[in-house]
């Protein structure tokens, strides 16, 4: 007897239709069915004959001792992970004649099983429930922890289930249209205004008029930043703010964020949707595999996790060279792509980079306070841990210095958050109505994101969104020569300048929007030159 259930594989953040196919023949000697599973299954996946078996009996079903086989289609395909117990188990009883329902083409089934017959969480759903929707198949029965991540998605009906108990009522309802669960629904509007809340606001920060200001026009058009000051100086206190003042996601963005994080089994289930930018601040002993992503079947990495959102680097030349080296492509292409002998899969990184450090081992390098005990030689050593092809790629370098002990007495608060974030706002509107009008807003290709921000623009946006005036020009072109400035920084000065003139609602780059631009680029030149 032959029979046929449905269910999903996940590779990178995608997901493939996988039919499971179970088949009984023959008895056996012994009390117990023999499993056969093929289909390229791995060790997880060979494992689930037993946790299948068990949960089956523990849910009052019965298994002659016949020879079972599953094949999991395509044969091609590598198959991982635990979410194959429901769809394997729900075959078996259908080929043992449990199911009133003999088709269930119109059914997406994921979900581990406990040897109870309980069915616990598996991460990767919601990229399972957006190809459900592309494959025309309306229900997703899944785990009760996994429904509010899947139920974003319109169009399908998800079914939230605890048991394989319930799976079987479920499905037996539809055979006989009767009475069944309602599926859950969830709005994504509401899921997103309703998570907006940050632990940290700007108002908290004492003084550092030029490194909050610096990171308004960061937060305005998506530029990478990095702060160089002694310890103490507040530069971990602005990075945590920073997102305080970001744009929110689009639902857009949200979905696909909600996809890396699901497939890296890091969403948190009561939410089900990332509803604000993520911010990852991974500790400086990563390596290079942790950070890009990795492993024989790939998986997200820390940039693709950051995907849409902040990664902060602090104490940066304290991260082995060989890890900071394999950001230069994220940071140019905003994609990250791993080969491997199994296979070769692409994850989005479009993120913005924050980075702190010290300027000298000793961290008082130029400190008025106090004297640096370094000398000439072991500053320019560390440095020189960040290379200038990395450094060429952040288009904000700012000086943090230590805070004066009047500035850190003041009784008046700070500007808000709030505040900032309005100016943020009405700057990232004025872009995304620049892009829309030339239709760089329209869905596209992968390889061709929609631009939302000044700092995603190309070669040729920048020749037509940065025109400068004759004084903009000369200026311009005076800092490239006496500064020495590569072409790429040459591109960067256009894109922080044609931001800087978006928060002050100018249609037009001016001379003092070049000039701050040009500002913001000088501290390689102090420490690396």
Partial sequence: M????????????????????????????????????????????RESRDRVRAAIKNSGFDMPPTRITINLAPAGLKKEGSGFDLPIAVGILGAYGALHNRDLTNFLLVGELGLDGSLRAVPGVLPMAVMAKEKGIRNVVLPAQNAREAAVVNGVDVYPVRTLREVLD????????????????????????????FPFDFK?????????????????????LLMIGPPGSGKTMLAKRLPSILSPL??????????????????????????????????????DAGLIGGGMVPRPGEVSLAHNGLLFLDELPEFPRNVLEVLRQPLEDGTVTISRAAMSLSFPAQFMLLAAMNPCPCGYFNDKSRDCMCTPPMIQRYVSK????????????????????????????????????????AARERQANRFARVGEAAPTTRKHRPIFANAQMTSQQIRVFC?????????????????????RAHDRILKVSRTIADLEGAHDIAVKHIAEAIQYRTLDRSYWS
């Fill in 250 to 287: 689009r639902f857009e963005e949200a979905l696909e964020t909600t996809k890396i994080h699901s497939v890296a089994g890091v969403l948190d289930p009561s939410e089900g949707l990332v509803a604000h930018r993520p911010f990852r601040a991974p500790h400086h002993t990563i390596s």
């Fill in 204 to 224: 908290d920060v004492r003084g550092q008029h030029t490194a909050k200001r610096a990171m308004e026009v960061a937060a305005a058009g998506g530029h990478n």
């Fill in 386 to 425: 960040v290379s200038g092809p990395l450094l060429d790629r952040i288009d904000i370098h700012i000086e943090v210095p230590a805070v004066q002990y009047k500035e850190l007495r003041q009784g008046a608060e700070g500007e808000s958050s709030l505040k900032i974030r309005e100016r943020v706002l």
């Fill in 467 to 487: 025109e400068l005036s004759s004084d903009a020009e000369r200026l311009l072109e005076r800092a490239m020569q006496q500064q020495g400035l590569s072409a």
């Fill in 2 to 45: 032959l029979f046929k259930a449905r269910s999903a594989a996940v590779y990178g953040i995608d997901a493939h239709l996988i039919d499971v196919e179970v088949d009984f023949s023959g008895v056996v000697d012994g009390n117990d069915a023999t499993f056969s599973t093929v289909g390229l299954p791995d060790a997880a996946v």
């Fill in 170 to 197: 479920l499905v037996n309802a539809f055979a006989f249209d009767g009475s069944h669960a309602q599926p859950l629904r969830v709005q994504a509007a509401e899921v997103l205004n309703e998570l907006q809340h």
